[in-house]
């Protein structure tokens, strides 16, 4: 049982670069989400999903997009990279209880 | 709009004293605030967690205290240790059918040995 993992750890990009981020879970959650974590900004939710097939914007959607085509994936994709897309990336998936979280991706965008 | 404000920003105390944190909220739809702790290159993990209709919660030698009529909460590490040295984020929880969290804007506590 691995919990949330993500993929990549690392990422430097230039500019314009496109690239995605996977996340996995192996809890069988239905609900699933991205943030992004900025020095004292806390977690802002990016994206979410309540189910396969599903998606909804968070509270910062703007210049990412995602899919959930499979229950236990949840991809972030960014099409055309931006330096303010520079952070640490947080994938997490729901329980009844809480919210698990993902290693995280620390993403540069030069 | 930050719905959820924490404060300190950073909090260093010395081992064996009581840390304490603090949050507020604006959104009386939120029904329940739990608290993670994220160590450096970690992601957050759930610490103790609280809901509205109880005033304390005390989990070892952490307790959340919360004022519903204050909309306030707050965590207190009691005996803090230097394995305590860790990010602490507060957070709201909404009602609607994502029930998305609402993080507060995390507080660095350092434990002096």
């Known amino acids: 049982n691995a919990g949330v993992t993500q993929t990549p750890k690392f990422r430097v990009l230039k500019t314009g670069q496109s690239m995605t981020l996977l996340c996995a879970q192996d809890?069988?959650?239905?609900?699933m989400y991205w943030y992004r974590q900025d020095p004292g900004m806390g977690l802002r939710l990016i994206h979410y999903?309540?189910?396969?097939?599903?998606?909804a914007k968070g509270e910062v959607p703007d210049g990412y997009n995602v899919s959930r085509l499979k229950k236990q994936n949840f991809l972030l994709g960014l099409e055309s990279a931006a330096p303010s897309q520079t952070s640490v990336y947080f994938c997490?998936?729901?329980?009844?209880?809480?919210?698990?979280f993902g290693p995280g991706t620390r993403l540069t965008v030069t | 709009q930050q719905q959820v404000k924490q404060s300190p920003q950073s909090l260093i105390v010395q081992k064996g004293g009581i840390s304490i944190i603090n949050c507020a909220y604006e959104?009386?739809?939120?029904?329940?605030f739990p608290w993670y702790q994220q160590f450096p290159g970690k992601g957050p993990a759930l610490l103790i967690a609280?809901?509205?209709?109880?005033s304390e919660k005390k989990e070892g030698r952490f307790t959340i205290s919360f004022n519903k009529s204050a909309k306030q909460f707050s965590l207190h590490i009691m005996d803090s240790q230097p394995g305590d040295s860790a990010t602490y984020f507060c957070?709201?929880?909404?009602?609607?059918?994502?029930?998305?969290?609402?993080f507060g804007s995390g507080t660095q506590l350092t434990v002096l040995p």
């Open positions: 997490a998936s729901r329980s009844p209880r809480e919210q698990y």
């Open positions: 809890m069988n959650h239905e609900y």
């Open positions: 999903s309540v189910g396969e097939g599903t998606t």
């Open positions: 959104n009386t739809a939120f029904d329940y």
């Open positions: 609280i809901r509205p209709d109880v």
């Open positions: 957070a709201a929880r909404g009602s609607g059918s994502a029930r998305q969290l609402t």
